[in-house]
Structure formats: C-alpha cells, structure tokens
C-alpha cells in the first residue's frame, strides 16, 4: 500500500494522531515518512484517509 498528501491537507494532525508510524506534521501540512505503508499499519491508514477531513489522503 501506498500513501500520499495531497496540498488540500489543512494540517489538522489527525493523520499523525491516528498513525504516527507513517504520518508525521511538517511546515505547513501533513507528510508521509515511509514510501510503502508497512502491513501492520494499513487499518489505520486507510481510517485516516476515511477520517480526513478534507479527504487529502490518497491511498494506492
């Protein structure tokens, strides 16, 4: 599974706080920290980008 941010993010920080292990908060918005989302945490992914928002999560 692949993660991306889009620049719709409003850098609200429930992504990070709901998958640290891939989300972190950068200067202006959210970031992604791994290139392939480790299987572990595909669950929370996939709730944060269900959870977004402004829906700025895209999931692959």
């Known amino acids: 599974m692949t ?7 409003t850098a609200c920080g429930l992504c990070c706080d709901t998958c640290p292990e891939v ?5 202006d918005m959210a970031q992604v920290k791994v290139d392939e989302v480790p299987a572990e945490y595909e669950d929370a992914v996939q709730q944060a980008a269900d959870e977004c928002p402004v829906e700025a999560i895209i999931v692959g």
Not at 3 to 9: H, K, L, M, Q, S
Not at 23 to 27: P, S, V
């Open 3 to 9: 993660v991306r941010i889009e620049d719709t993010c």
């Open 23 to 27: 989300f972190e908060m950068g200067d």
